[in-house]
C-alpha cells in the first residue's frame, strides 16, 4: 500500500522518505550551497550550544506544496532530527504573502545547511500546485468542472515527473501524462495516441484508430485529429465509423498552422487570430459533430493553454470539454526564503526580517 494511502486513511500523518527516496548525497552536503556548509562548521566550533529559530515564507498568495516532503527531507538528513521543534502547514493550504509555512528551532549546525534545499523544494512544488490549481479554478467557470489533464512530461527533465505529479494531484488534476507522474499519490499514467501514431498509418485517422481500438479495447477511444490539419473532415470521419465508440476527439493545432477549415470559409476571417487551436475553430467542430449527431463525442483541446487562456474560452462558452494543459504548469515563478530569526529564544534578525508567528502551523 502506498504511503498516500495510510494518509488519507490517517494512519500516518505525513508522507516519508519512502515515498520521496531522496539522494543519498544530500547527506554529504551535495546538493546545498557551499556557504551553508562552512557556516555549519563554524557554528559547531563557536556556537554549539546555541538554538536558533528559522521560518520560511513566499510572497504571494499560493497553494502550498512540498511540505512533507521538506520534513521528509529534515528527518532523513538533520543531525539528531529528532531534537528539532518543527512546525509546518500543510499541503494544499491555501496561504498568504509573507506568511510563515515552516518554522524549525534548534542548534543551526545540525539543520542549517538543508535551508536552500527546503527552499527549492517548496519553490517548485508551491509554483506547480499553484498554477495547477488556477488552471483547474479557471475550468469550471462555466458551473460545470472540466478535467485539466497534466501534460508536462516533455517540458522538463524526466526526474521531476514523480514530484511535479504530486503536485499537479495538490492544485487539483488528477488525469496525468506518465505513470511517474503518479508515483506519489497512486494512480497510474493516461493518455491515449501521439502524432506518431497516426504518422505510422501514414495520416489515416480512422486505421490509426482501429488499430488502437483493437489493442486496448477497454480504453475510452479519443483520436487526435489535427494530423492533417483538417480537424473538423478528419473527426468526422471517426465519428461516421466508430459512432458511439468514439468518445471524443483532441485538437492539439500547431500555432502557427491555420486549419483547412478557414481556407474553405475565408468569409470568417479578419475578426481573429485563426492559428493554432481557436475558439472559431472549436465551435465550428462542435457545430459539425452535433449536425450529424454526434452529440456524445467530447473535445479535448491541447496546445498552449494557460490559466488566462482557459477562462477567456470558459467566459465564451467554448465547447472545449477537457482541456491538456502543459508547460504554464512549469512556471517556477514562487520562491520561497529561509531566515534565522531568533537565537536563544530572542529575536535576532537581519534588518527587515522578523518572527513571524504563525497560530496555523501544526508541530510535525
Known amino acids: 500500500m502506498k504511503e498516500?494511502?495510510?494518509?488519507?486513511?490517517?494512519?500516518?500523518k505525513r508522507l516519508t522518505n519512502k515515498t520521496f527516496k531522496f539522494d543519498e548525497r544530500v547527506g554529504e552536503g551535495w546538493f546545498s550551497a557551499v556557504y551553508f556548509l562552512k557556516?555549519?562548521?563554524?557554528?559547531?566550533?563557536?556556537k554549539s550550544n546555541d538554538t536558533v529559530t528559522m521560518?520560511?515564507?513566499?510572497?504571494?498568495?499560493?497553494?502550498?506544496?512540498?511540505?512533507?516532503?521538506v520534513i521528509a527531507l529534515i528527518k532523513t538528513f538533520a543531525k539528531n532530527p529528532e531534537e528539532l521543534d518543527i512546525y509546518s502547514l500543510e499541503d494544499g493550504d491555501k496561504i498568504e504573502p509573507y506568511e510563515t509555512v515552516l518554522m524549525i528551532t534548534g542548534p543551526y549546525q545540525h539543520f542549517g545547511h538543508?535551508?536552500?534545499?527546503?527552499?527549492?523544494?517548496?519553490?517548485?512544488?508551491?509554483s506547480?500546485?499553484?498554477?495547477?490549481?488556477?488552471?483547474?479554478?479557471a475550468a469550471r467557470i462555466s458551473g460545470t468542472q472540466k478535467p485539466?489533464?497534466?501534460?508536462?512530461?516533455?517540458?522538463?527533465?524526466?526526474?521531476?515527473?514523480?514530484?511535479?505529479?504530486?503536485?499537479?494531484?495538490?492544485?487539483?488534476?488528477?488525469?496525468?501524462?506518465?505513470?511517474?507522474?503518479?508515483?506519489?499519490?497512486?494512480?497510474?499514467?493516461?493518455?491515449?495516441?501521439?502524432?506518431?501514431?497516426?504518422?505510422?498509418?501514414?495520416?489515416?485517422?480512422?486505421?490509426a484508430s482501429k488499430a488502437y481500438q483493437e489493442t486496448y479495447p477497454e480504453d475510452d477511444l479519443m483520436t487526435l485529429v489535427d494530423y492533417n490539419n483538417d480537424v473538423i473532415t478528419d473527426s468526422l470521419k471517426v465519428a461516421r465509423e466508430f459512432g458511439e465508440d468514439l468518445k471524443g476527439v483532441r485538437i492539439d493545432?500547431?500555432?502557427?498552422?491555420?486549419?483547412?477549415?478557414?481556407?474553405?470559409?475565408?468569409?470568417?476571417?479578419?475578426?481573429?487570430?485563426?492559428?493554432?487551436?481557436?475558439?472559431?475553430?472549436?465551435?465550428?467542430?462542435?457545430?459539425?459533430?452535433?449536425?450529424?449527431?454526434?452529440?456524445?463525442?467530447?473535445?479535448?483541446?491541447?496546445?498552449?493553454?494557460?490559466?488566462?487562456?482557459?477562462?477567456?474560452?470558459?467566459?465564451?462558452?467554448?465547447?472545449?470539454?477537457?482541456?491538456?494543459?502543459?508547460?504554464?504548469?512549469?512556471n517556477i515563478h514562487i520562491g520561497f526564503t529561509g531566515d534565522n530569526v531568533k537565537i536563544n529564544n530572542k529575536d535576532e534578525a537581519k534588518a527587515g526580517r522578523y518572527y513571524r508567528p504563525n497560530p496555523r502551523l501544526e508541530k510535525a
Open 4 to 12: 498516500i494511502e495510510l494518509k488519507m486513511q490517517g494512519d500516518i
Open 39 to 46: 557556516t555549519r562548521e563554524i557554528a559547531e566550533k563557536y
Open 55 to 69: 521560518q520560511f515564507f513566499q510572497k504571494k498568495h499560493s497553494v502550498l506544496c512540498g511540505t512533507d516532503e
Open 114 to 126: 538543508l535551508e536552500g534545499l527546503i527552499d527549492g523544494i517548496f519553490a517548485r512544488r508551491t
Open 128 to 137: 506547480v500546485a499553484t498554477n495547477v490549481y488556477n488552471v483547474v479554478k
Open 148 to 207: 485539466v489533464i497534466f501534460m508536462g512530461d516533455r517540458d522538463d527533465h524526466f526526474t521531476q515527473q514523480a514530484g511535479d505529479g504530486y503536485s499537479a494531484y495538490i492544485g487539483g488534476s488528477k488525469a496525468q501524462a506518465t505513470h511517474a507522474m503518479s508515483e506519489w499519490w497512486g494512480k497510474k499514467g493516461m493518455g491515449t495516441m501521439p502524432h506518431a501514431l497516426i504518422q505510422l498509418f501514414e495520416g489515416d485517422v480512422v486505421a
Open 253 to 330: 493545432t500547431s500555432n502557427n498552422m491555420v486549419d483547412q477549415h478557414f481556407c474553405r470559409h475565408p468569409e470568417v476571417m479578419g475578426a481573429f487570430d485563426p492559428r493554432g487551436v481557436n475558439s472559431e475553430l472549436v465551435f465550428a467542430l462542435r457545430n459539425a459533430l452535433d449536425a450529424e449527431g454526434y452529440h456524445h463525442v467530447k473535445i479535448l483541446a491541447s496546445g498552449g493553454f494557460t490559466a488566462e487562456k482557459i477562462s477567456e474560452y470558459e467566459s465564451m462558452g467554448v465547447p472545449v470539454d477537457i482541456y491538456g494543459v502543459g508547460s504554464s504548469l512549469l
